[in-house]
């Protein structure tokens, strides 16, 4: 087939929906795994996550799920995740993962792993982070959707700092 040989059938669109871009955001709750996102001398903060979220939904059963995120009090990070979803429904589950960058503080009383309070050279309070994630989108077929996830995320920085969240 090429330009010149389409029949005028063929040249009517499909019935078949486009792809669907939102902007949100999140909240939830991050629980740190080990030493991570240590704040205070030992002593983990209630680390609580807000974001704010551009989601791209594709016709082949996968969205792009970009965030900016906010763990308060101590870190900050961007994500872009690819989604792909177990079925079309309008609940429907899904697997993922993730690449980014975030910064983690470690606050003004801390010490470094020399075990003095001045930071060396290669001390990295930054770092590429990636993570794994599964959950749900409720009301797919709407215009306003949720999202329930639980992820896993992994900061390649000096504290390797990791930890399990949860978010709506």
């Known amino acids: 087939a090429d330009l010149d040989n389409i029949m005028s059938i063929e040249t009517e669109a499909a019935d078949r929906r486009e792809s669907v871009g939102r902007i949100g955001f999140s909240l939830g709750y991050l629980y740190p795994s080990n030493k991570s996102f240590v704040y205070s001398n030992d002593k983990y903060s209630q680390i609580i996550k807000l974001g704010s979220s551009y989601y791209d939904e594709f016709n082949n059963n ?3 799920l970009a965030e900016a995120t906010y763990y308060m009090p101590n870190s900050l990070g961007i994500d872009a995740n690819l989604l792909k979803f177990i079925n079309k429904d309008n609940i429907s ?6 690449i980014g960058m975030h910064w983690v503080s470690r606050g003004d009383d801390l010490e470094n792993s020399y075990g003095d309070d001045t930071e060396d050279a290669d001390y990295r309070r930054s770092g590429v982070t990636v993570n794994c994630q599964t959950g749900a989108v409720f ?3 709407y215009n306003v959707n949720l999202i329930a996830r639980l992820q896993y995320i992994y900061i390649f920085n000096s504290n390797n700092d990791n930890g399990i969240v949860l978010d709506f």
């Open 93 to 98: 589950p899904f697997i993922g993962g993730g």
């Open 62 to 64: 996968t969205a792009l």
């Open 139 to 141: 009301f797919r077929t």
